[in-house]
């Protein structure tokens, strides 16, 4: 289901490409900026589910029932989500209100870039129109699948967590359940507890490695955490044991075009989006990585800069959408820069320059 879904959005891809030859790069985002269309991309859903609760057209209940499933560790089990925790919708309603923030504002504005960039390809194209209006048409229709895909797979995927709480209740080790292997789970149901045993080890461990950065989505050759760690020139969205070291340019990171749009601003380096109070409005978020958790920081955020990413991945989809400069997969953005820094984001070109 889910490779059926990632093949149906590499259609919005593909016509990025074709776009970029045709109009350039700012009006390419600008025409791909609008995939929702009449719907709801599911990644948009959580902020925009909010802004509809502050104008009485979503009751919380609602909310909870349609994005309550999802979270920045919605793949995590022994973490709770949104709708295990009473308080979390009115923390986030309250802080909406504090920084008077405008969700529609933001569509609106980044829907008149469309219908400009639109304009503008129909005086030079006209003969294109009819082409452009179907591959549009498919790129959204895959687009909002692959978005709905994932947001109802989380929403089945964590009735798991439900079975090995109550397995936890059952056998009276509570959350020490999610420790354990699937099959060890189903020994201990079953009254056979010796693996019960290994826990204090493996919670040991899991308290270890925590510490430690994500690791790289990819990793070829012999891997030792603790070694990479130490690398300061270290890349978050790979790890080639035989690739050679290349020199770093101090003055600028280069990653995919996110979302077009050049913005100047301070940066704000996030580990998670629990930290999100510490984003003053007008910051640049840099972040490892982003999903559908992190989508309530964005409209705080200038621009976004990810270490890992590319033009279909949450940050370029939400920043585009929202018309948020954002440039995406720089690979060491998190390292390179520290909060307090001065820099430009050219999201068109996929380049960060650091001015100070």
Not at 6 to 21: E, F, G, P
Not at 121 to 132: A, T, Y
Not at 186 to 212: F, M, Q, T, W
Not at 274 to 294: C, F, R, Y
Request: charged share 30%.
């Amino acid at each position: 289901m889910l490779i059926l879904c990632a093949s149906k959005a590499v259609l919005a891809l593909t016509l990025s490409k074709k776009l970029k030859k045709l109009v350039g790069t700012e009006d390419a985002n600008a025409l791909l900026s609008n995939l929702r269309g009449d719907s709801e991309l599911a990644s948009l859903g959580p902020i925009l589910g909010i802004s509809k609760v502050l104008k009485g057209e979503m009751s919380r209940e609602e909310y909870f029932f349609r994005y309550g499933h999802r979270s920045p560790h919605e793949f995590e089990l022994s973490i709770p989500d949104p709708s295990e925790d009473a308080h979390w919708l009115e923390r986030q309603i309250k802080e909406f209100e504090e920084l008077d923030t405008n969700v529609d504002e933001l569509l609106q504005k980044q829907r008149a870039k469309y219908e400009d960039a639109w304009a503008r390809f129909v005086e030079c194209f006209p003969n294109k129109v009819k082409w452009l209006e179907k591959q549009i048409t498919k790129a959204s229709e895959g687009a909002r699948i692959r978005e709905a895909a994932r947001s109802e797979f989380v929403r089945v995927f964590r009735i798991l967590r439900n079975f090995a709480l109550k397995a936890g209740e059952l056998t009276g080790i509570g959350e020490d359940v999610f420790f354990l292997y699937i099959d060890e789970v189903e020994d201990l149901l079953s009254g056979r507890d010796e693996k019960v045993k290994y826990i204090p080890a493996r919670k040991e461990n899991y308290a270890k490695y925590k510490e430690l950065p994500p690791f790289p989505s990819v990793i070829r050759g012999r891997f030792n955490p603790f070694e990479w760690m130490k690398d300061p020139n270290r890349r978050m969205d790979y790890y080639d044991s035989t690739a050679p070291i290349n020199a770093v340019d101090s003055e600028m990171l280069k990653g995919f075009t996110g979302a077009a749009g050049k913005v100047e601003g301070i940066v704000r380096i996030l580990n998670a989006p629990e930290e999100g109070e510490k984003l003053q409005p007008g910051e640049i978020l840099v972040a490892t990585t982003t999903n559908v958790g992190w989508t309530p920081l964005f409209p705080k955020a200038a621009a976004i800069i990810t270490d890992i990413g590319a033009p279909l991945s949450h940050a370029a989809i939400v920043a585009r959408e929202l018309g948020i400069p954002a440039v995406v997969g720089c690979g060491n953005a998190t390292l390179r820069l520290k909060t307090g820094d001065k820099v430009m984001v050219d999201g068109g070109q996929g380049i960060v320059h650091i001015l100070s």
